[in-house]
């Protein structure tokens, strides 16, 4: 399932949204049972998970689940969430590897509990805190679990991780640009392979400025986006898939360089540039994700 290239909010609560979020075809559902949800409404909400994930799970989506920042009701929150096809727990607000290695020891058991495949249960940290964001390395080597740190790039009007650093968000982004890279580098420095951004901030129906986030994340290395409206989840698909042109250079690339190796040469130019051996994993990852969207 992995990388996953769309996810979609959805608060828990409302039950007969996941069926209109499966509909615009996102990787994954974010079932949220922390910041969309009333309070009065958080039970209703974990009952629902269950059900909620059975449905994902039968559409061939991912299912995450953002739960509470962890206290002691995590453990009922856990319980609530884990079953067949739950594919990664979002803890918000992480500050520390000793937490994540807490909900680690939680899923365990409740992988147990469930008769869950031990370790299925992915963990996407939202660092949300100062702390957190400064040891986001130790945040991705605290368990084999975590799967990618969950960054944000955020349009004008800025949430958590803009409070917790002290930026103020604009249009053009550039005060976000080294929290943004931070977070890709420190997920992948520490084995956590499929960073994600959230996109946060700007209006639902602008989506030119929406897809100019979700551009910005693809190419400081993100590799997925999780958003907030129906309608920029086949904006993330797209933004994500490989182009006809790309798909046509790196095919031509790879022809090219295998009619080098057979004439014992170890690089090629190819449209103007020198290629070598270093070339090729890029070549060929983009060429397996272009098959996958057939």
Same mark, same amino acid.
């Given at each position: 399932?992995?990388?996953?290239?769309?996810?979609?909010?959805?608060?828990?609560?409302?039950?007969?949204?996941?069926?209109?979020?499966?509909?615009?075809?996102?990787?994954?559902?974010?079932?949220?049972?922390?910041?969309?949800?009333?309070?009065?409404?958080?039970?209703?909400?974990?009952?629902? /998970?269950?059900?909620?994930?059975?449905? /994902?799970?039968?559409? !061939?989506?991912?299912?995450?689940?953002?739960?509470?920042? /962890?206290?002691? !009701?995590?453990? +009922?929150?856990?319980?609530?969430?884990?079953?067949?096809?739950?594919?990664?727990?979002?803890?918000?607000?992480?500050?520390?590897?000793?937490?994540?290695?807490?909900?680690?020891?939680?899923?365990? @058991?409740?992988?147990?509990? +469930?008769?869950?495949?031990?370790?299925?249960? $992915?963990?996407?940290?939202?660092?949300?805190?100062?702390?957190?964001? @400064?040891?986001?390395?130790?945040? +991705?080597?605290?368990?084999?679990?975590?799967?990618?740190?969950?960054?944000?790039?955020?349009?004008?009007?800025? !949430?958590?991780?803009?409070?917790?650093?002290?930026?103020?968000?604009?249009? $053009?982004?550039?005060?976000?640009?080294?929290?943004?890279?931070?977070?890709?580098?420190?997920?992948?420095?520490?084995?956590?392979? @499929?960073?994600?951004?959230?996109?946060?901030?700007?209006?639902?129906?602008?989506?030119?400025?929406?897809?100019?986030?979700?551009?910005? +994340?693809?190419?400081?290395? @993100?590799?997925?986006?999780?958003?907030?409206?129906?309608?920029?989840?086949?904006?993330?698909?797209?933004?994500?898939?490989?182009?006809?042109?790309?798909?046509?250079?790196?095919? !031509?690339?790879?022809?090219?360089?295998?009619?080098?190796?057979?004439?014992? /040469?170890?690089?090629?130019?190819?449209?103007?540039?020198?290629?070598?051996?270093?070339?090729?994993?890029?070549?060929?990852?983009?060429?397996?994700?272009?098959?996958?969207?057939?």
């Amino acid at each position: 399932m992995w990388p996953i290239r769309s996810a979609l909010f959805v608060p828990a609560h409302r039950r007969d949204w996941v069926a209109k979020a499966i509909r615009v075809s996102p990787g994954a559902v974010v079932l949220d049972i922390e910041d969309s949800v009333p309070p009065q409404f958080k039970p209703q909400a974990m009952d629902h /998970l269950k059900s909620e994930i059975a449905e /994902l799970r039968e559409a !061939g989506v991912g299912a995450f689940v953002r739960i509470q920042p /962890l206290h002691d !009701g995590t453990v +009922a929150e856990i319980a609530a969430a884990v079953t067949d096809g739950l594919t990664a727990i979002v803890p918000p607000k992480v500050a520390s590897p000793d937490e994540i290695r807490r909900l680690h020891d939680l899923l365990s @058991y409740a992988e147990g509990r +469930a008769s869950v495949a031990h370790g299925s249960v $992915g963990i996407l940290p939202l660092p949300e805190t100062a702390q957190g964001m @400064y040891d986001a390395y130790g945040l +991705a080597r605290a368990s084999t679990r975590v799967r990618g740190i969950h960054g944000a790039l955020s349009g004008p009007v800025s !949430g958590d991780f803009a409070r917790a650093f002290g930026f103020r968000a604009t249009a $053009g982004g550039e005060e976000q640009l080294y929290l943004a890279s931070k977070m890709v580098l420190d997920s992948r420095a520490g084995g956590a392979m @499929y960073p994600i951004a959230g996109i946060f901030g700007t209006p639902q129906d602008d989506l030119p400025a929406v897809e100019k986030l979700i551009r910005r +994340a693809r190419d400081i290395g @993100y590799t997925g986006v999780a958003v907030m409206h129906p309608t920029h989840v086949p904006i993330a698909n797209a933004v994500f898939r490989p182009t006809p042109e790309e798909v046509a250079y790196f095919t !031509g690339l790879l022809a090219a360089f295998e009619a080098a190796e057979k004439a014992g /040469l170890g690089a090629v130019s190819y449209q103007g540039a020198m290629v070598d051996y270093a070339m090729l994993p890029l070549a060929r990852e983009v060429l397996a994700e272009a098959a996958r969207n057939r």
